[in-house]
């Protein structure tokens, strides 16, 4: 058995302290099924000296008066320890959530140094202050910080998440305060003390692992200047509301049912391994940018559904360690119930299974699912309405380009999506016209230098490359005087 990694302190303010309560947090690994972590479980009581903390450092403390050069600098050093033991951090990600080998090292920690490595080179360009002609004088333009973060982050992607939220923030010259998910609260302890390495000063971060109640909590608090959550919309749409009391400014990146939109001239050989690894391929397909709707024309739709089919049944599922294993187990018995329930229902509903559809043979410890294809799906069905979160994906035919581009805006979702085409200017003008936040033509990609949010339920606002770094910013206006006149 895999030795229990044991916490016994909370980080807060930058110091390593005991917690207020008893209770902890059991980190469980999918693949075993056994205790392979555990923390302690904050409370309301140690967001409150969290937040004390916070907020005596960013209105007191030197960070966010220090010359951004001096906050590159550290923030630099936090980057290149990220990229120094990356492959430790992906090992300890995929302990917690099973995500495959070869993922955990590109889409989990590599990530993160490109979210950093981003971010940094947004500031390079960055202006504190310029200054401009109004309509009745010359007006400076100042950017300052937001003042206190709480940063809520997923599961899924961890320290992507994470990066994506404190990497600008803390350049920005924010204190932040770090609510992790309690499935992985292993590698945000990890970091924690990664940034204290680094040199960032006394009450600039706090993590605190915990689950609903405390959440709640912190991100209800009246010394919170924003709140920049990753997640379900459920709990994005709970929080705006509690956030709203304060009038506390908000960030979410939610959910997704992105569609891939495969043309009539499309070429197979570069469609399908792309929408394979925006699917299964993507973190077992527990990825909200996952191109979960493969919209396909009819008059090629049973060429599509061949390929897939063949393509997704010869997938890889099993243990993550396996640096050939594709599809790892979903995060918890919960999230492989989950899966299971929305392939029944979509076979109730009537659409077809064509590859998969269950537990995979000889699978009996770890969550595992299926890749599961179905086929004679309309966009109607819960299966195509609802995130599923795992690697379960629906093929939806349509007649015409038209009928393709409304069915991919027929989402309550806007986060991702794709369009193949042998002619890239036709395909890239299909992706103009679907209302979504990122889109690749002819891949899938998500670039860590564009901004990256969603559209409708998919969420509000955007991280990543100069609009991520602006995001953490107020604007003031100081009105200078006008020259005399002569």
Known sequence: MTEILEHHTLFIGGRWVEPAGPDTIDVVSPVTEQVVGRVPHATPADVDRAVAAARGAFDHGPWPRMALAER?????????????????LAELISLQNGSPTLFAVRGQA?????????ALAAAERFQE????QGTGGPVLVRREPVGVVAAVTPWNVPQLTIAGKLAPALLAGCTVILKPSPETPLDANWLAQVCADAGLPDGVLSVLPAGRETSAYLVAHSGIDKVAFTGSVGAGKAIMAAAARNLTSVSLELGGKSAAIVLDDADLS????AIVGGTCAANSGQACIALTRVLVPASRYDEVAGALTGAFAALKVGDPADRTTVVGPMVTKAQQQRNLDYIRIGQEEGAKVLTGGGVPEGQGTGWYVEPTLFGDVTN?????????????????????????VELANDSAYGLSGAVFGADTEHATDIARRIRTGTITVNGFRL?????FGGYKNSGIGREFGP????????????????????
């Open 467 to 486: 609009e991520g770094l602006a995001a953490y910013f107020e604007y003031k206006s100081v009105n200078l005087p006008a020259p005399a006149r002569s």
């Open 129 to 132: 202050e310029d200054e401009r």
């Open 270 to 273: 570069l469609a399908v391994p």
């Open 72 to 88: 590159v600098e550290i923030v630099s050093r936090v980057k290149d320890a990220l990229a120094a033991r990356h492959r430790e």
């Open 110 to 118: 590599l990530s993160a140094v490109g979210v950093f490595t981003s």
């Open 380 to 404: 109607d069905m819960r299966i195509a309405r609802e995130e599923i979160f795992g690697p379960v994906v629906c093929l939806i035919r349509y007649e015409t380009e038209e009928e393709a």
């Open 447 to 451: 670039d860590l230098a564009a901004p």
